[in-house]
C-alpha cells in the first residue's frame, strides 16, 4: 500500500516547477502502478500552449478555474471545480488559467519517471526508467 500527504512532497524532488505551473507528483513509474497521478497548480492568468504526444492525460478540476482550447477545433471549455478533460487524442491544446488558481488532479499513462520537462512542442518526452 502506498499512502503520500502531499503536503510532504511540497518542497522535495517530487515538485516540480515550471514557468506557469507546479506539479506535485504523489504517484511517478517507480511506484508501478500503471499511470503516474499528480497535483498540479496553475496561477491565475497563465497560459501554457501544450501537446502530450506521448502521453495521455486525464485533468480533474477541484478548484479555481480557467479554460482549455482544443487547437485543432478552436473550441474553448470553461473548467471550474468538478470538470474533468481527457487528451484522449494527444490533443493540442492551450490550457489558460482563469481569474483563481487552478487546482487540478491529473493522471498520466503511460507514467511520468518525475525528470521530465516540457520540450519546444510543450510535450514531455518519454524517459526510459531504470
Known sequence: MIVRDVD???G??????????????????????GFSFH??????????HMW???????VYCVAGNGSIEDLATGEVHEIHDGVIYALDQHDRHILRGGTEDMRLICA??????????HDADGAYELVEDD
Do not use: C
Open 52 to 58: 502530450y504526444k506521448n502521453h495521455l492525460e486525464a
Open 39 to 48: 497535483e498540479t497548480i496553475i496561477p491565475a492568468g497563465a497560459e501554457l
Open 8 to 10: 510532504n512532497i511540497i
Open 12 to 33: 522535495t524532488e517530487r515538485e516540480v516547477h515550471s514557468e506557469g505551473w507546479v506539479s506535485r507528483r504523489l504517484l511517478l513509474k517507480s511506484d508501478r502502478m
Open 108 to 117: 498520466f499513462n503511460p507514467p511520468v519517471t518525475g525528470r521530465e520537462t
